[in-house]
């Protein structure tokens, strides 16, 4: 059976002593009450180090939200992926749309992301989705089918254990407006396919696949009750111990 998990993606926000007080909270939540889904917190970068040390030999894991595109050098305010392990995180967020819209970057570098991050040792959870215009227009599929086999289909097979797929609908995030659990779902399956006819059925069984967009404790319920969402990727609501932890007792 895949593994399903849920990740809190924190983006920018709490400064040093709340975000470890956060991590302290979920930690000790989840060390007396485990969870069927893998835990994981995405925290920005200064936090890494200091939350390492609060989650070890816990239940919760540990990610980052970005990383750099070369290994090392002079590459003034980048972090590598690298750095990022030496800390103790073992997941990172790659291509979320923010990184793609304020940041620009593309699928090529999102892509050299992903391969580096990848050989480092680090678990990818790679972002996906299409805006309200492509939504609206029915170009939904093509624009996911593209983020997906630029960004990934040059992952060899062997690697492909250590890649988590989030889809995350622009139109969605931080808006209030969920996708309906048929909206993912049918999202979800078109993604496995995609995987089924590049690296084969069982690679994509095997594939986790997160939902992200205003996912709260009212709704997580219903939208991973679908068989091919697998978890999600949480923004706001992973601000909240109780909000967080509840959308993971959804699982
Ligand atoms: P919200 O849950 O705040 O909509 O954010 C989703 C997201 O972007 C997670 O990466």
């Known amino acids: 059976m895949r593994k399903k998990i849920v990740a809190g993606n924190w983006k920018m926000n709490m400064e040093l002593a709340e975000g470890l007080k956060l991590a302290e909270s979920v930690d000790t939540y989840f060390r007396s009450k485990p969870s069927k889904a893998e835990v994981v917190l995405c925290t920005p970068y200064i936090h890494l180090a200091g939350v390492s040390q609060i989650l070890k030999d816990g239940k919760v894991c540990l990610g ?7 290994p090392s050098g002079a590459f003034t305010g980048e972090i590598s992926p690298a750095m ?3 800390t103790g995180a073992g997941y990172v967020i790659i291509g979320h749309s923010e990184r793609r819209s304020y940041y620009h970057e593309d699928n090529t570098i999102l892509n050299r992301k992903t391969r580096l991050a990848l050989s480092t040792g680090l678990k990818v959870i790679f972002c996906c989705g299409e805006v309200l215009g492509e939504r609206e227009s029915g170009k939904y599929f093509d624009v996911v089918k593209n983020q997906i086999e630029n960004g990934l289909f040059n992952i060899p097979a062997e690697e492909m254990n250590s890649v988590v797929v989030a889809y995350e609908p622009v139109w969605a995030i931080g808006t209030g407006l969920t996708a309906t659990p048929e909206q993912a779902q049918e999202m979800h399956q078109y993604i496995r396919g995609l995987f089924s006819e590049k690296y084969g059925k069982e690679i994509a069984d095997n594939l986790t696949i997160l939902y992200g ?39």
Do not use: H, M, R, Y
């Open 84 to 86: 990022i392990l030496s």
């Open 213 to 251: 967009g205003s996912c709260k404790p009212s709704n997580a319920a219903e939208i991973f009750s679908k068989p091919d969402v697998d978890g999600g990727l949480i923004g706001g609501a992973a601000l909240k111990k109780d909000d967080f932890t509840a959308i993971v007792e959804a699982i």
């Open 64 to 70: 980052a939200q970005n990383c750099a595109s070369e």
